[in-house]
C-alpha cells in the first residue's frame, strides 16, 4: 500500500458503487456469497478498464462467519475477525450519522485495488469502531449481515448515508451513484434532502441494480423501528411516499428514487417486471473477472494461444487454436490439485480419473443442494455403469435453520453411500477454495427452483476453465446453455404452463437421463467429443460472461445511457 497518491485516487468525476459486501480477497471477510464476489469483479473490471469507480462498503471487522461441521455436519459459526490495520490505509476524515437520537461518527479505510493493466480503483470501508461511539455504536460495522432488523437498519443507515456523508467529506465529484442491492437505499433520501426535495436530480443521479427474486433479499422495516432509529432530518411522510405506506422497503426506495434500474440476466429482467409492475427494468447480465478466476495451468495455455485474451476476454472466440490434448492436460493439471486437496482434507482416495461433480455456493434451499440425492437407487445404478464423485461446499445463513439441515442432509448422503460414491462436502467455503474447486470437477452441477436464480456465477467461473456446465435453465444460463453444445440443461428452456409437479418430474428426468445417457457416456468412450464441450464453454461462453463485458455495458447502457 506504499506509494499511492491519496488524493489522486479519488480525482476526476466518479461513479460511486454502494455494496453491502465486496470480495477483495479471501483474507478480508468481508462478503458472504455471490453479491459480495460480483462486487469484488465489478472493482477488478473497472480498474481494468481505467473505469473512475470508487467503491463503498462496510469494514464487517467480525466478518461473515467461519464456518466448522460437527462430525454429523451440523454448521458452527465462529467469528471471521481480521485486521484492517494491516491491510488498509485509515484516512483521516470522519462523519456523523444520527442513529437513535445519538450522533454515531465513522471512520474511513482505504483500500487501492489495481489492474495489472495499470488501472486502480479505490474501495472504502466505513467503520464505527471508535472510541467516542457509545460501545452498542461501535460494534454496527462488526458482523456482516449479523444480528436483528434494528442491527440491520443501522448498518444500511452507515453505508447509505454515512457513505453519501464520507463521499461528500472527501470532495469526490460525483458522476453516478450505483446501489448495488437495496442495502444503500437510505442514501437516496438524504440525497434528495441536499437536493430541496428534487426527485429529478436525484433520478437523474442514480442507478440502481437489483440481485434477486428471494423475498428475503429485500429488506423491510416496520415504521416503528424508523421513527425510533432514523435521522429526523428526514420527515416520516416523505419516506413513505417512496418506501411504501405500509412498511419501509428498501426497494422501493430505490424503485422509486432510481432512473436507471436493472436486472442481472435477461430472465431476471422479466421476473422483476413481475415483481414490481410499473417500472421500467433494464437488463445487465453479470459476469466474472477473468483473470481472477483462471487457473494458472489454463491461463499458461490461454497465455500461449490466444495473447491478450485477459484484458479482452472476447478472444477467447480463438480457443479452437488451442490443441485438444493441451486443454486435456491442463485442465487434469486442475483437477489433481483439487483430489489433492480433497483428499488431504478427507483422507478418502479420490481420484484423479473419476468424472467429477462440483457443487458449491450459498447452502440457501432454493438452490437445492441435494436434488441429486431423490432418487437413490438411480444415482447408484448410474455410478456401477460410470463411476462418480462429487464435491459439495456451501455456508448457511447462521439464522437459516431449513439451510443447516440442507447442509446436513448431504452428510446423512455422504454416509449412505460411502462404499459407493465418494462425496465430500468442503468446510469454510470462500474465494480461496473456489479458485480449486470449480476448475477442479469435471462438471459443475447447479440446480436452482425457477425463477429464483437471478444469475449464478459460479458456472461462469467453470466455463472459464473449460468445466462444463449441467444447470437447470435459469438466471444467465439462459443465455449461455446451447444444448449439447455449451453444456445441458435440466429440465425445459422454456416454462410454459408447468406446474411445480411437473417442472419436478421433467427435471428428475434430466437430471438422471443426461448423466446417464448423454453426460457421462461421452466423457469416458467420447472423450473428444467431452473436450470440444470444454473449448465450447471457453469460446462460446467464457468470452460474454465476463465482467469486462458487464462493465462495458454498465458504461454505455447505465453510467452513461
Ligand atoms: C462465485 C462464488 C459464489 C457465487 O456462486 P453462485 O453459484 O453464483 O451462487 C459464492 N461464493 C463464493 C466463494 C464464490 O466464489
Redesign the pocket.
Known amino acids: 500500500m506504499d506509494n499511492i497518491d491519496y488524493e489522486g485516487v479519488f480525482k476526476g468525476k466518479r461513479v460511486v458503487y454502494f455494496s453491502m459486501e465486496i470480495g477483495i480477497n479471501s483474507e478480508f471477510s468481508t462478503y458472504s456469497?455471490?453479491l459480495g464476489?460480483l462486487a469484488g469483479d465489478t472493482v477488478r473490471s473497472s480498474a481494468d478498464l481505467n473505469i473512475p469507480l470508487v467503491a463503498v462498503t462496510l469494514v464487517s471487522k467480525k466478518g461473515y462467519f467461519r464456518q466448522e461441521f460437527t462430525p454429523d455436519g451440523w454448521q458452527i459459526e465462529h467469528s471471521d475477525v481480521w485486521e484492517p490495520d494491516k491491510h488498509l490505509i485509515l484516512l483521516s476524515e470522519q462523519v456523523e450519522v444520527e442513529i437513535e437520537k445519538r450522533s454515531v461518527k465513522i471512520q474511513a479505510w482505504l483500500y487501492v485495488v489495481k489492474s495489472t493493466a495499470g488501472g486502480q480503483v479505490p474501495v472504502i470501508f466505513l467503520d464505527t469502531d471508535l472510541e467516542v461511539n457509545a460501545p452498542k455504536d461501535r460494534e454496527i460495522t462488526a458482523h456482516l449481515y449479523g444480528g436483528d432488523q434494528r442491527y440491520r437498519m443501522k448498518q444500511e443507515i452507515v453505508l447509505g448515508i454515512g457513505g453519501l456523508r464520507m463521499i461528500n467529506a472527501l470532495k469526490i465529484n460525483v458522476l453516478k451513484y450505483h446501489l448495488n442491492e437495496g442495502h444503500a437505499s437510505f442514501l437516496l433520501l438524504d440525497l434528495l434532502r441536499n437536493f430541496g426535495w428534487n426527485v429529478e436530480s436525484v433520478k437523474n443521479l442514480c442507478v440502481f441494480t437489483t440481485h434477486t427474486p428471494v423475498e428475503a433479499g429485500h429488506d423491510k422495516f416496520p415504521y416503528q423501528l424508523a421513527l425510533e432509529i432514523l435521522p429526523t432530518v428526514i420527515p416520516i411522510d416523505t419516506i413513505k411516499e417512496y418506501a411504501g405506506q405500509d412498511s419501509l422497503n428498501m426497494t422501493h426506495l430505490a424503485l422509486n428514487l432510481s432512473g436507471f434500474i436493472n436486472g442481472v440476466a435477461e430472465k431476471h429482467r422479466e421476473t422483476t417486471k413481475k415483481m414490481f409492475p410499473g417500472y421500467e427494468i433494464r437488463s445487465i447480465t453479470n459476469g466474472i473477472h477473468s483473470l481472477t478466476w483462471i487457473h494458472p495451468a489454463l491461463k499458461k495455455l490461454y497465455d500461449e494461444y490466444i495473447p491478450g485474451w485477459a484484458k479482452e476476454p472476447e478472444l477467447l472466440v480463438r480457443t479452437e487454436f488451442i490443441p485438444h490434448e493441451e486443454i486435456w492436460e491442463s485442465h487434469y493439471d486442475a483437477k489433481k490439485e483439487l483430489i489433492d486437496y480433497v483428499n488431504g482434507k478427507t483422507g478418502r482416495d479420490f481420484s484423479y480419473d473419476t468424472f467429477t461433480i462440483g457443487f458449491a455456493?450459498?447452502a440457501s434451499t432454493y438452490k437445492r443442494h441435494a436434488l441429486l440425492f431423490q432418487d437413490l437407487k438411480r444415482l447408484l445404478k448410474i455410478n456401477k455403469q460410470f463411476p462418480i464423485q462429487i464435491i459439495f461446499a456451501g455456508k448457511a445463513h447462521p439464522k437459516d435453520e431449513p439451510g443447516k439441515k440442507m447442509i446436513q442432509e448431504i452428510f446423512s448422503y455422504i454416509e449412505k453411500l460411502k462404499n459407493d460414491v465418494k462425496i465430500a462436502y468442503l468446510e469454510n467455503?470462500?474465494?480461496d477454495?473456489?479458485k480449486i474447486l470449480v476448475p477442479g470437477v469435471d462438471v459443475w452441477l447447479?440446480t436452482p427452483m425457477r425463477p429464483m436464480e437471478a444469475?449464478?456465477?459460479?458456472?461462469m467461473?467453470a466455463a472459464l476453465n473449460g468445466v462444463i456446465n449441467f444447470s437447470v435453465s435459469d438466471g444467465w444460463w439462459v443465455e449461455g446453455c446451447i444444448e449439447g453444445v455449451t453444456g445441458w440443461a435440466i429440465g425445459p428452456c422454456l416454462e410454459g404452463k408447468l406446474s411445480d409437479s411437473e417442472m419436478a418430474i421433467l427435471e428428475k428426468q434430466d437430471l438422471y437421463g443426461k448423466l446417464e445417457y448423454a453426460i457421462l457416456p461421452m466423457f469416458y468412450e467420447h472423450r473428444d467429443s467431452w473436450i470440444t464441450i470444454m473449448k465450447n464453454s471457453i469460446g462460446k461462453i467464457a468470452y460474454y460472461f465476463n465482467s469486462t463485458r458487464m462493465m462495458r455495458h454498465y458504461i454505455t447502457d447505465a453510467y452513461f445511457g
Request: charged share 20%; aromatic share 6%; hydrophobic share 25%.
Open positions: 456469497g455471490g464476489i455456493r450459498r467455503y470462500n474465494m477454495i473456489a447447479n444469475s449464478g456465477t459460479s458456472g467461473k
